[in-house]
C-alpha cells in the first residue's frame, strides 16, 4: 500500500513567525501539502517509535490536510498519531496534548487569526516535544529540504474516519482519535479556583466570550457555561465553521467588532473576551473598556498570587520586545526575572524550559505561562476571571488601580498591508543604516537614546536572532520597526508606539502618541516610500 510518488520542489515553504502560512489557493496546488510534510519527516528523520499529535481550527482544507497527514505519516513509518475528534484541537491544547503524551511533536492545522475559506489563508505549525514550535535552526534545514524534495511516500488507502474517539490500525500505524476538548479542561481546573469562579457567576455576574467561529467554541462552552454556570448565551459564534462565517478571527477592536460594539453598548456583560481561530489569542474588555494585552500581561503578572498555580511564586516574566515596557516595572517590583526576546511565541520556549519566566505575552493579543508551550486564549480569561473573583473588581478598576500603581504606558500598533516585499525590504534596510546618526538628536522635544536592530541571544542555546528595529527616547519612549512574518501574500510594516506617564493616567492613546507618530512616519519615509500617509490597520 505505500506508494512513493515523484515531486518537484515548491520555493515558497520557508516557514515565517508561526510556521508555513499561504493563501487557500496556493495550498491546494498538487503536491503542496505532501512536499511540505515530507520534508518535516526527512529532516526528523527516524520515525519508528515516534508519536506525533495532529489537529487544527476547522478552516477550509484541514480535513482534506488531515487525511494526507494521516496517509504519509504511516508510509514514512511514523509509531503513532493522536488526533482531536474530527481533527479539531486548538494550539494550546495540542500544545498540551503533546506534552501530557510525552508526544514527539504535533502538527496544527491553522493560520491562526487570518481569515479562513477558499479564499482566505491556510498554515501548518510544527511542534517539537517541548510542545512549542520548531526554533528557526529547524525550520531552516526543513526549508533547505523543500527546495531539493524530490519524492514523497504515502499510504493508498481510503480516509480514515475521525468522528469517534478510539485507537485504530492504520496501514500499520496506530490512530487514537482523542476528545480535544477533555485534557484542556483538566488542566485549567488544575491551574485555577473553579469553585471560586463557580460563586462568581452565582452571584449574576455576567460575561460575553465570542469564539469567532473558530475553533474555541468548544471549549469555551464546556467551560464557561457548562461547568462554571456562566448563563447560557454567554458564549457566542461557538460553532467552529470552515469560513469562520465569514469572521477575520482575529481578536482585537478592529475585527471583533461585533463584540466590541455589544460590550460599548448599554447592555453590555460585566466581562467580554474573543479568541482568535486557533484559540491561542485574547482580547479582554470591560463595560465600555479595553484592556491592551500589553496591560493586560503586566496586570496577570502583577496578580500571579491570586491564582493557585502560582501561589508559590514565578520564576519570571517575558515579552517581545515590540510589546510595550509596562510588565518590565511589574518585574522590577516583585523582583522577578525580566526578558525581551523578538517576535514569535517559539523565541519563550527556551526560557519557560529553563525555568527563567513562568509568564509571557505579546501586544498581538497573546498571553500564556509555561503550563504549555503556546499562548493560551481561555487561560487568559480564566485569568482575568480569578482576579474579578478574588477583588470584586471590575476589568476598569483593575486596570486604572495598576496605572495608579505603575504608571501607564500608552501603546498603539500602526499596520501598513500589502506593501510591495522588495520596497519594504529596502525601506527596512535604509532605515536600519540611518538609525546610528540617530543618537543624541531631538525630534518636537524628544531625544533619542539609543537606536538601533534589536538583537536577541538566547541565554539558553546561544542562538543570535535580529528581529526589528527600535528607536528609544530618553523620556522612556520607543517606536519600533517590524515586517509581518505571517502574511501570506505582500509585505506589512509594523510600526509600534509607546509613551509612558507617571501621572496623566487616563488620556486617549492616539492623542497621547500623535507626536512620536509624526517622528515615526518622517524618520522611516513609510508615507513617501508607500504612499500610504495612513496606516491600514490600527490596535
Ligand atoms: C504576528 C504577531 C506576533 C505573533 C504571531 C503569531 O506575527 O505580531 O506577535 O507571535 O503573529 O500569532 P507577525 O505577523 O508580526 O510576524
Ligand atoms: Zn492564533
Known amino acids: 500500500m505505500i ?40 529532516v526528523i528523520g527516524n520515525l519508528r517509535n515516534k508519536t506525533f499529535v495532529v489537529g487544527g481550527d476547522g478552516r477550509f482544507y484541514n480535513d482534506k490536510a488531515i487525511q494526507k ?23 494550546p491544547a495540542g500544545s498540551n496534548v503533546i506534552r501530557k503524551n510525552k508526544a514527539d511533536g504535533g502538527f496544527i492545522l491553522s493560520a491562526s487569526h487570518n481569515p479562513g475559506g477558499e479564499n482566505g489563508d491556510f498554515g501548518i505549525k510544527y511542534s517539537n516535544a517541548s510542545g512549542g514550535q520548531i526554533p528557526s535552526s529547524v525550520s531552516d534545514k526543513i526549508y533547505q529540504q523543500t527546495l531539493s524534495l524530490k519524492e514523497y511516500k504515502i499510504c493508498d488507502i481510503p480516509d480514515i474516519d475521525l468522528s469517534k474517539p478510539g485507537v ?42 465570542d469564539a469567532m467561529n473558530a475553533v474555541t467554541g468548544p471549549y469555551a462552552l464546556k467551560i464557561f457555561e457548562e461547568i462554571l454556570g456562566a448563563p447560557k448565551g454567554s458564549v ?5 465553521l470552515q469560513d469562520f462565517g465569514g469572521l477575520h478571527p482575529d481578536p482585537n477592536m478592529v475585527y471583533a467588532k461585533e463584540l466590541v460594539d455589544f460590550m460599548y453598548s448599554e447592555h453590555a456583560a460585566d466581562f467580554g473576551a474573543a479568541n482568535d481561530g486557533d484559540g491561542d489569542r485574547n482580547m479582554i474588555l470591560g ?3 479595553f484592556v491592551t494585552p500589553s496591560d493586560s500581561l503586566a496586570i496577570l503578572t502583577d496578580n500571579f498570587s491570586l491564582i493557585p498555580a502560582y501561589k508559590s511564586g514565578i520564576y519570571g516574566v517575558a515579552k517581545s520586545a515590540a510589546t510595550s515596557t509596562a510588565v518590565k516595572r511589574v518585574a522590577e517590583a516583585h523582583a522577578i526575572g525580566y526578558y525581551e526576546v523578538p517576535t514569535g511565541w517559539k523565541y519563550f520556549v527556551n526560557l519557560m524550559d529553563s525555568k527563567r519566566i513562568t509568564f509571557c505575552g505579546e501586544e498581538s493579543f497573546g498571553t500564556g505561562s509555561s503550563h504549555i508551550r503556546e499562548k493560551d486564549g481561555i487561560w487568559a480569561v480564566l485569568f482575568w476571571l480569578s482576579i474579578i473573583a478574588a477583588t470584586g473588581k471590575s476589568v476598569e478598576q483593575i486596570t486604572r488601580e495598576h496605572w495608579q500603581k505603575y504608571g501607564r504606558s500608552y501603546y498603539v500598533r500602526f499596520d501598513f498591508e500589502g506593501v ?49 528595529l527600535i528607536i528609544r527616547f530618553t523620556d522612556g519612549s520607543r517606536i519600533v520597526y517590524r ?7 505582500g509585505a506589512t510594516i ?22 512620536i507618530f509624526k517622528i515615526a512616519m518622517s524618520i522611516s519615509e513609510i508615507p513617501e516610500r508607500t504612499g500610504k500617509h495612513q496606516a491600514d490597520v490600527i490596535t
Open 3 to 42: 506508494q512513493t510518488i515523484a515531486t518537484t520542489p515548491y520555493t515558497d515553504q520557508k516557514m515565517g513567525t508561526a510556521g508555513l502560512r499561504r493563501k487557500s489557493k496556493v495550498v491546494l496546488q498538487p503536491n503542496y501539502i505532501e512536499n511540505f510534510m515530507q520534508s518535516i519527516f526527512n
Open 69 to 91: 497527514i494521516i496517509k504519509m505519516a504511516a508510509a514514512n513509518g511514523v509509531a503513532k498519531l493522536i488526533i482531536g475528534q474530527n481533527g479539531f484541537m486548538s494550539t
Open 168 to 209: 485504530q490500525d492504520v496501514c500499520g500505524m496506530k490512530i487514537e482519535v482523542i476528545d480535544p476538548v477533555k485534557d484542556y479542561v483538566d488542566m485549567m481546573q488544575n491551574i485555577f479556583d473553579f469553585d471560586a469562579l463557580k460563586k462568581l457567576f452565582q452571584s449574576g455576574f455576567t460575561m460575553r466570550f
Open 236 to 240: 457566542v459564534n461557538a460553532v467552529p
Open 287 to 289: 463595560k465600555k473598556f
Open 420 to 468: 510591495d516585499t522588495d520596497l519594504a525590504d529596502k525601506l527596512m534596510e535604509d532605515l536600519e543604516s540611518k538609525l546610528p546618526m540617530l543618537q543624541g538628536k531631538t525630534f518636537s522635544g524628544y531625544t533619542v537614546s539609543d537606536a538601533g536592530a534589536f538583537v536577541y541571544n538566547d541565554p539558553v542555546d546561544g542562538s543570535s536572532t535580529k528581529n526589528g
Open 483 to 489: 515586517l509581518s512574518g505571517t502574511g501570506s501574500s
Open 494 to 515: 509594523r510600526v509600534y508606539l509607546e509613551r509612558f506617564s507617571k501621572t496623566n493616567l487616563d488620556d486617549d492613546p492616539l492623542k497621547m502618541l500623535t507626536e
